[in-house]
């Protein structure tokens, strides 16, 4: 069934709001779900209301946060998000980015004492309409083993940059720093098909085609594989993401990233504080006018548009699918599997919300 | 044959002197030159001086070269480096990074009108004695295709960065964007031996395992290989740091970087000057207290040392191998095959430089 995004969003705010979420907030972790969904991302999406859910009822989530800015100089600032919807604390610390690179020419936002925030492209974004490049990483639950290493110290650790253009849409990047995700993953698994070689493997080490292999202490492999295809260089890029996201916030790293499902129990040993976010604003007319900048942007654009395809392909520039899926589903509205509708209806009969 | 690294580089900045340069210029590329052979990365080191001077004796290189800033803010500059040799303008670069760092908390250089600068790792490690993460970013020569893609669009793009540690020596990270090297390829190559699948197709974008293949049309896939691998993610990573090191500075980006040596002719169509880098400096105490943020990194190296290895493997810490290298090779001498150094003998009897 597909349904009016406007109309889920209103409901999910609505959740959100019954969960004893001030009503900003819950526009904010609405506005953040539903664009997963148009976006094409539906594992960011709804199916994260229900893990969001649980986890503000067993008491791991503050609904009521007072996020804070921890230190700052002219284009840095630490934001403690104290423990809210990662949604919100994210949000807030993109917007300090874009107002310190409004005066410094660039502004990073290290931010600790968060959870889950959704997906990394939509705090990028937000950089556009300022003619500004926008960064974004975090950290996440640890799924991938560094290379030769059988241990899971690494989450798929995304990486999100928008950069804006004239003519064209712009260059939205938004991917995990893993070759596969885990939903992909539990996807192929319950349809008993294989994955090809080089995602993922067993428990001890070895090559492995089941995508059932993190259900057996098996671990996802690093961008690249082995290191015969370069996957050191995953390993080395996943790292810098958890670095930036924690290391850098005070937040917890690697293994101790806290789960961000209530069914997993906590850790009984921390680094830091709670889940961790890196953002980045870059004013382009800190480089360069902006005219030039877009226009060189366009040319660029244009450029790897005229790239040779292989038979029966198209060459994209990064962005291009998820805007295909946003048209699509604004006009014919979100498509939402059973399963996921389910569990929203219980959610929203549960806390008394009218239903969808 | 070993030859004392000190020697090697007098020797190399004696070369460069007799080309044309300043001094302080000569020392400075001896010294990236040579910083490369320490670390074990040969394919950017004494294997260059001849690419380099090829280059300046078809006067396509400026060995008096005025480098500039052409524009700044707080915590960004945009450089032009004048045509000089990419190590020069390079240095000088991540120098004004790590002086607006210290004013504005972080620093951010977008660099135009430059060359080939050796290791990208060179300049990332500059920042780590002043209590900084360092990052450099180039873009290169043409040879890796966008997923989906037959045409050479990126090069192999690397990132590098360094982040500094308290126990530990700091973790390193430098790392084309794509599976792997030119070089790498050239001496499979030249051994009769295949590669892998997965690193390179041939010219109708056919999986091979032909290291040859950029010879007959074929190309570097990018990190990850075919979109089932992740390698859209990977075309990511290298079209960010392209657009990064040409757009935002105003240099050459993918199809139009001028190549880095002088049996290839320079290309009809330009859209900007020269070759480009972009490099960052980001003071930690930006952040967290200097103390604070190394005792977190040294927990974060002692957390991936202790990951368990696959038999017989050891789990690496970005940067360790390098060190293993410089140090085996500061005590016995730097290996340095017969070809390159024929080269560079030629070479020095060409410009009446005291023999090695």
Redesign the interface.
């Known amino acids: 069934m597909r349904y009016n995004h406007q109309e889920v969003k209103d409901f999910t705010a609505n959740i959100f709001v019954a969960m004893g979420c001030p009503a900003n907030d819950a526009d904010v972790i609405a506005d953040v779900l539903i664009a997963a969904e148009l976006r094409g991302i539906p594992s960011h999406g709804l199916m994260r209301v229900n893990d969001y859910y649980q986890m503000a009822k067993s008491g791991r989530i503050n609904t009521s946060p007072v996020i804070s800015k921890e230190?700052?100089?002219?284009?840095?600032a630490?934001v403690n998000g104290d423990n809210s919807f990662g949604p919100i604390t994210a949000k807030k610390s993109m917007e300090i980015a874009i107002e310190k690179a409004k005066?410094?020419?660039?502004g990073?936002v290290?931010t600790n004492n968060s959870n889950h925030y959704g997906i990394a492209g939509y705090y990028s974004m937000m950089a556009l309409e300022h003619d500004m490049?926008g960064v974004s990483l975090t950290n996440a639950n640890p799924l991938v083993?560094?290379?030769?290493?059988?241990?899971r110290?690494l989450g798929t650790n995304p990486?999100a940059?928008a950069?804006p253009a004239q003519k064209y849409p712009p260059?939205v990047?938004d991917?995990?720093?893993?070759?596969?995700a885990r939903g992909k993953l539990a996807l192929k698994s319950r349809a008993g098909q294989s994955v090809?070689f080089?995602?993922v493997q067993d428990k001890?080490?070895s090559p492995s085609n089941n995508p059932g292999v993190l259900e057996q202490g098996g671990a996802i492999l690093t961008?690249?594989?082995d290191i015969?295809?370069?996957g050191?260089?995953?390993?080395?890029?996943s790292?810098?993401v958890?670095?930036f996201s924690?290391?850098?916030?005070?937040a917890n790293?690697?293994?101790?990233v806290p789960p961000q499902v209530a069914y997993l129990p906590l850790l009984n040993e921390s680094?830091?504080k709670g889940l961790g976010h890196f953002f980045g604003a870059?004013?382009?007319d800190?480089?360069?006018p902006v005219s030039?900048?877009k226009k060189?942007?366009d040319?660029?654009i244009e450029?790897?548009q005229g790239?040779?395809?292989?038979?029966e392909?198209?060459?994209?520039i990064?962005g291009e699918p998820e805007r295909e899926y946003e048209k699509k589903f604004i006009k014919e509205g979100i498509p939402i599997v059973p399963s996921v509708y389910n569990d929203i209806c219980n959610i929203s009969s549960e806390l008394g919300v009218p239903s969808l």
Chains 1, 2 share one sequence.
């Open positions: 230190h700052e100089t002219p284009s840095t630490t005066v410094a020419g660039t990073w290290a490049i083993s560094p290379t030769d290493s059988i241990s110290m990486v940059v950069i260059f990047a991917f995990a720093t893993a070759p596969v090809p080089g995602l001890v080490g961008l690249g594989g015969e295809h370069g050191h260089k995953g390993y080395c890029m790292a810098l958890d670095i924690s290391v850098l916030s005070g790293f690697g293994p101790f680094v830091g870059i004013r382009v800190a480089f360069r030039e900048f060189s942007m040319k660029w450029t790897f790239a040779l395809a292989k038979k392909r198209t060459v994209l990064p």
